[in-house]
């Protein structure tokens, strides 16, 4: 199961342990940490995050990584960010096909599951595991990115070229200079600044635009790095976002950035 493995790996990562994982086998009447982290697991494997929420609450500070890291994870999940449509999108390493696929599992989108994506990202903040850390990071960097994009389906809960890029985009027109509004209108524009999603007054309110999207860009970039990630991610939705990364998204730029989410396969093409 998916979600076993990666909370396995969550477990690995944060508490060191490699073995001896017995220990947080369900019990009835948790009462320790241990038993706390093992209940909220048992929950949340049975799809109640109410209860995994609880029994992750009660878990003490000595805890927090892995009690911080695991309710992200349920906060992806209930948000339909879950982690085995995330495997199954990203198998391959990822890029725009993956994040289509991912953004259109998860269509439709709207600001409530933006923001507890955002609520999931910021738990990675106050973890001090490095690669712990950084896992959160990325994954939720990429749920957002998904999240967001599926708000941008037109209606039908899929993500295609036309909804992202518009119509009559090319990287003359669209990567000249300044050329707002060459392309036709989609359904994601420009953002008025850059977002940094690490800044806590920054609450993603409002209609989604292509700041946000670039802000996910730079946490998965950010999250790969503290992962000391080098294999199929990093060449996959690693150079992805790089690429997308370079590219202003405000307003004015907006249909170059457009362009070049189209130019890397993000939505799916018309036959
Ligand atoms: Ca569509």
New binding site residues.
């Given amino acids: 199961m998916v979600q076993t493995f990666f909370l396995t790996l969550l477990l690995a990562l944060s508490l060191g342990l490699s073995s001896c994982l017995n220990v947080f086998a369900p019990i009835d009447s948790p009462s320790t940490d241990y038993q706390y982290i093992s209940k909220a697991r048992a929950c949340f494997d049975e799809k109640d995050l109410t209860c995994a929420r609880e029994y992750y609450a009660k878990a003490s500070n000595s805890f927090a990584d892995t009690r911080e890291s695991e309710l992200a994870f349920v906060e992806l999940d209930s948000s339909g960010a879950t982690m085995g449509d995330f495997m199954s999108a990203f198998s391959g390493g990822g890029g725009g096909d993956a994040l289509t696929k991912f953004a259109n599992k998860m269509a439709p989108g709207n600001v409530t599951k933006r923001q507890a994506i955002l609520s999931a990202y910021r738990r990675s903040l106050s973890i001090t595991d490095p690669s712990l850390r950084g896992l959160v990071r990325f994954a939720s960097a990429t749920a957002l990115a998904a999240e967001i994009l599926s708000e941008?389906?037109?209606?039908?809960?899929?993500?295609?070229r036309?909804?992202v890029v518009g119509t009559g985009c090319d990287a003359t027109n669209a990567c000249a200079g300044d050329q707002s509004l060459i392309c036709s209108t989609s359904?994601i524009v420009g953002g008025a600044a850059d977002i940094n999603l690490d800044d806590t007054t920054q609450t993603l309110a409002g209609a989604h635009d292509l700041s946000m999207l670039k802000a996910a860009m730079s946490g998965i970039i950010v999250g790969l790095g503290e992962l000391g990630a080098s294999g199929k991610f990093s060449t996959g939705v690693g150079d992805f976002a790089t690429q997308i990364n370079a590219v202003s998204a405000t307003t004015e730029d907006g249909d170059c950035f457009r362009f070049t989410l189209g130019r890397l396969s993000v939505g799916?093409a018309a036959e």
Avoid: F
Avoid at 152 to 160: A, E
């Fill in positions: 941008s389906t037109g209606g039908d809960n899929i993500v295609n036309a909804d359904t799916i």
